[in-house]
Each structure stands twice: as structure tokens, then as C-alpha cells.
């Protein structure tokens, strides 16, 4: 059965176009039910088989109940009635296990179809927090709306630090893309046509996946939403005089991340290493000739401000590939650029675009 769903003024432009994303810049989400719980399709009985490590789903409240904040990323259910919108019946969705740890889990969503369809390109999510929080679940909403609109959606977790030390977090990503590719029939996914798309820390991970190696013969394309790609300028920005909660908090991150001080020279804070590990994880220095298209954006006011894809843009159009950098106006980060009306179309575009068939 359809479902109806009432919007408030301030909410309507989201609703009309369908779209819930984790609200914060880089805040701790509600904590998603358990791997397994995601919400399930009405078609579920019918699923292909499923590749090792499939979790059955069990059912999740689709809107927060009376009296009860939402989740970050869930509409309102409370507020006053000025646009309505009849929402699509739900893909089919399902949670992974791609590897052994449980932070290594991934759900997808796809639509059934017919025998004769043709495979649908994918978009592989990667969620941000800080390298050190969030979840897959966060982005169901946005995932759910890709999936309406022709693509099969993938949101994968990784394994977080300071636990997992990097680079644990990109093997993980890529992991995670292998994982798609091998069983992609099982989604109807064409493995040749993947686009990943991360925001804040998870954007880093994504410019990771499109650079690490070659990155343009392991996806089409990267799409970046405020992406820290260089840790260490973050490290720097966050030692600033005026520098914002959030930036403070994204150093500290930086240095949970590579498990050392950046210019430590005594005690155990000294890793012998510790400036290798930070170049790792600087996208910059792994940019080469073949590396994926890139879609970096930011906002005017981001506390990820758009020097850190400035620098990464102009390595990569030294190296011959293609990439484009976009600004929003105001504060927002990471998938809070959706609240610009703007941005999903852009967003939209640039996918369709990339994963055209025969590109």
C-alpha cells in the first residue's frame, strides 16, 4: 500500500523531491537498529539467492511515532500540512556481511525486475562521522530516492577508529566494492558502472577508492561531499585561534585516525611512521593519469572549506582528469548540501551522466 506523507513549509521542497538525509555537521546519528534490521521490501519472499553472509531483514518504523524525535535523516511527522506527496511502494532492500568484523556490513537496494531487464548502473555510499562514527543507515532515505530513480544502491559501514587504525577505513571501502562487483547479478547491477559517493570523512574514503591504484578501472566516477581529503590541513585548521567546535573535533579525529601526533618527537605519541600514514591518507598523493572523474562539493560555510578539493582538483587536472568543484551558499556539510535545492539535481545529472552505457 502507498503511504502518505505530510509536509511542513519549511520541509516541503525536501518531501516534494523525496529527500531525507542525516541532518549535522558531522553529528552522531540515533543509533541504527542492529546490521540486520533494515527495512524490508514488500517483495521479500521472492529474493534471489543471496550471496554468503546475508542477514535477514526485520522491520523498521518507516516514520518516527507521536511525541518521539526523529531520527536524523527521518521526516517530521508532527509538522502542520502544506504539501503532500504520495510516496513510491520501497525497493527491495537487504544487509550484507562483506567481511568477518561486524562493522564490515553493507545493505543494498534494488528494484526486481523483469528477466529480460537490463543490469542498472550502482552507487555505493559511504557515510561520514568523523572516520570515528554514523552509520550505513543514515543515508536509507537518499538511498531509497536513487533507486527510484534508476540505480541500484549500496550504503556500506567500515570499520571505525581509533579501533581501526588507517588505512583499515579504505581497505574497507574497497572491500566493500569488490563485494558489490562479485554479486552483482544478485541485484541486477552492471559491476562495469559503479559511481561512489561519500560525505565529509566518507568522501575522503571515496576520492581514496578513485585514486588508490587506478582508480578510473575500479569506478566511474567519485562524488565528494565536503571530503577532508588532505588530514593533515585539517589537523592544521583545527589548531587555528578561530577555529569551530567541529573543526577541533575533526583534528582530534585526525589524530585517532593515523594512531600518532602529527610532529610529535617524544614518548609514545612519536610513531616512527606517522608521516607516512598521513600521506597515505592524502588523496593528493595518490592522484595519476586513469584516476576516476570527480564531483567535489562544498559548502560556502563548510567547516570543510573548499581548500581541501582545491588542492586535489588541480593535481588531478594536472594529471589529465576530468573534475569539477562546487560551492553552495551557506553553512551546511556533508549531506546537509541537500538542503539546497540545487544540489540533487547536479548530483543526479552528474551520475546519468558518468554511468551512461557505453561510456
Not at 203 to 227: D, E, H, M, N
Not at 287 to 312: E, R
Not at 344 to 352: C, F, G, I, N, Q
Request: charged share 20%; with cysteine; glycine share 8%.
Amino acid at each position: 500500500m502507498r503511504k502518505i506523507l505530510v509536509c511542513g513549509a519549511a520541509f516541503a521542497a525536501t518531501c516534494v523531491a523525496a529527500v531525507a538525509v542525516p541532518g549535522g555537521a558531522e553529528a552522531t546519528p540515533t543509533p541504527s537498529p542492529p546490521a540486520a534490521s533494515i527495512a524490508p521490501s514488500e517483495e521479500t519472499s521472492a529474493s534471489p539467492s543471496p550471496p554468503p553472509g546475508v542477514e535477514s531483514p526485520s522491520t523498521w518504523t518507516e516514520t518516527p511515532p507521536q511525541g518521539r524525535t526523529p531520527r536524523d535523516g527521518e521526516p517530521d511527522a508532527t509538522v502542520s500540512a502544506e504539501a503532500v506527496m504520495v510516496t513510491p511502494r520501497l525497493p527491495r532492500a537487504r544487509s550484507y556481511a562483506y567481511g568477518k568484523d561486524p562493522n564490515q556490513r553493507i545493505d543494498a537496494y534494488w528494484r526486481k525486475e523483469g528477466p529480460k531487464a537490463k543490469p542498472r548502473p550502482v552507487v555505493l555510499i559511504l557515510h561520514g562521522g568523523y572516520w570515528m562514527q554514523g552509520d550505513k543507515g543514515s543515508w536509507k532515505y537518499f538511498a531509497r530516492r536513487l533507486t527510484e530513480d534508476g540505480f541500484v544502491v549500496m550504503s556500506a559501514n567500515y570499520r571505525l577508529a581509533p579501533k581501526a587504525q588507517w588505512p583499515a577505513q579504505r581497505d574497507d571501502a574497497l572491500s566493500a566494492l569488490a563485494f558489490v562487483k562479485k554479486y552483482a547479478r544478485h541485484w541486477n547491477a552492471d559491476p562495469s558502472r559503479v559511481v561512489v559517493l561519500g560525505a565529509s570523512s566518507g568522501g575522503q574514503l571515496a576520492t581514496q577508492v578513485g585514486t588508490f591504484g587506478t582508480g578510473g578501472a575500479q569506478v566511474r566516477g567519485v562524488i565528494a561531499l565536503s571530503p577532508p581529503n588532505d588530514p593533515y590541513l585539517a589537523y592544521q585548521d583545527g589548531a587555528l585561534a578561530g577555529a569551530t567546535p567541529s573543526q577541533r573535533k575533526l583534528r582530534r579525529a585526525v589524530v585517532d585516525l593515523v594512531h600518532c601526533v602529527p610532529g610529535a618527537v617524544t614518548g609514545l605519541l612519536a610513531a616512527p611512521d606517522c608521516w607516512q600514514r598521513l600521506d597515505d591518507a592524502n588523496t593528493t598523493t595518490h592522484v595519476s593519469a586513469g584516476d576516476a572523474p570527480m564531483l567535489l562539493m562544498h559548502a560556502t560555510g563548510d567547516f570543510v572549506p573548499v581548500a581541501q578539493s582545491n588542492g586535489l582538483a588541480g593535481a588531478l587536472r594536472e594529471a589529465g582528469v576530468p573534475v569539477t568543484v562546487k560551492t553552495v551558499e551557506g553553512k551546511m556539510h556533508a549531506s546537509q548540501l541537500f538542503e539546497d535545492e540545487h544540489t540533487y539535481p547536479t548530483v543526479l545529472a552528474w551520475l546519468k551522466n558518468r554511468l551512461r552505457p557505453g561510456r
